[in-house]
C-alpha cells in the first residue's frame, strides 16, 4: 500500500510539474503577445508618421509648383513686353530705341497720290426714293433776268434717313353664345397671338441682336426700345434674355454636331485659324452655360 501512495504522490508531482511547465509556456506566449502589439503599435504609428510627412511634402511640392508656374507667367507676360516693338505691337516705330529703318520695295511712277484719271471712283449708293421728289424752285436771281435758259441738265442729291415706328396690329373676335349648350366660340387668332400683349419676331430679333451680337446689357437694350419708341414699350428683363435661351435650346444638335466635328478632326487649326476656332469655342460654352441656366431655372 506503501507503494501505491508513493506512485500516486509521484504522479501528482508530474502533472504538477507538467501543468507548471504549461503555465510558464503560456506566460511566456502572453509576453510574446504582447510584445508582438507593441511593435505592431509602434509601426502603425510609424505608418501614419510618415503619410503625415508624406502628405505635408506633396503639399509643398504643389504650393512649389504653383508659384513656380506663377513666375513662369510673370517671367513670360514681362519678356514679351519687353520685347515689344513695332512689329509685333500697336507702338510706331518712331519710339523704337533700335529701330531699323523699312525698306520701300514699291518703284516709283511719277504719278500725283490718290484718284487716277479715268478712275470711276467710289461714290455713295444712291437709293430709291421712298417720298414725292422734291423739285427746288428757280433762284430769284434765274427769275429776274430772262437771259438764263434751261439747258436741261439736273442735279440730283438725295438725303437719307432712318425711322423707327411703332406698329401696332390689334385684333378683334367677336364671342358667340349657344343658348342651348352654354358653350361660347370666338374666331382663332393668328399664330402667335396668345397673350393679350404680344411681340413679333421683329421686336424679338432686334433684342436678341442688340444684346448678343453688339454686347449690349439686358437694361441698356430695354431701356433703348423704350427711348425709340417714346416710352410705350417697356419689355421685361425676361423678355430680352428668353430669345437668347431659346435660341440655345434649339441649336443642341447643331451644336453638338459641330463640337464632334472639331474633335474628331485629324488636324485643329491654330495658326490663321485660330481666332475663328476660338470664336465657335465661346459660341459653344455660351449656348451650353445658356442652356443649363435655363434648365436650372
Sequence with gaps: MDIDLKEEIRKQDELLAEYLRVIEIQKGLIQEQKKMEKRALDAEKQRDDALDKAKGIRLQYYETAAELEEERGKNLKLRAQINRD????????????????????????????????????????????????????????????????????????????????????????????????????????????????????????????????????????????????GGKLNISKGMVSKPSREFALKTVPERRTACADMLLSPVMPLNSNRQLASSIYFLFQFAKISEDSFRNS
Design 86 to 229: 513695332y512689329e509685333n505691337s500697336a507702338i510706331p516705330s518712331s519710339k523704337s530705341i533700335k529701330r531699323k529703318k523699312i525698306a520701300n520695295s514699291r518703284e516709283k511712277t511719277g504719278r500725283k497720290p490718290g484718284g487716277q484719271p479715268g478712275h470711276p471712283g467710289h461714290r455713295r449708293k444712291k437709293q430709291e426714293p421712298t417720298q414725292p421728289v422734291i423739285l427746288l424752285p428757280a433762284p430769284e436771281k434765274v427769275l429776274e433776268d430772262s437771259d438764263f435758259k434751261k439747258t436741261g441738265r439736273t442735279i440730283i442729291k438725295q438725303m437719307a434717313g432712318f425711322q423707327v415706328y411703332l406698329n401696332i396690329r390689334e385684333y378683334h373676335a367677336d364671342v358667340y353664345y349657344n343658348t342651348k349648350t352654354g358653350e361660347r366660340v370666338h374666331a382663332a387668332f393668328p399664330a402667335g397671338v396668345v397673350d393679350e400683349v404680344n411681340y413679333d419676331g421683329s421686336i424679338r430679333a432686334f433684342l436678341f441682336l442688340l444684346n448678343n451680337d453688339c454686347c449690349v446689357s439686358i437694361d441698356k437694350s430695354r431701356r433703348f426700345l423704350s427711348d425709340l419708341t
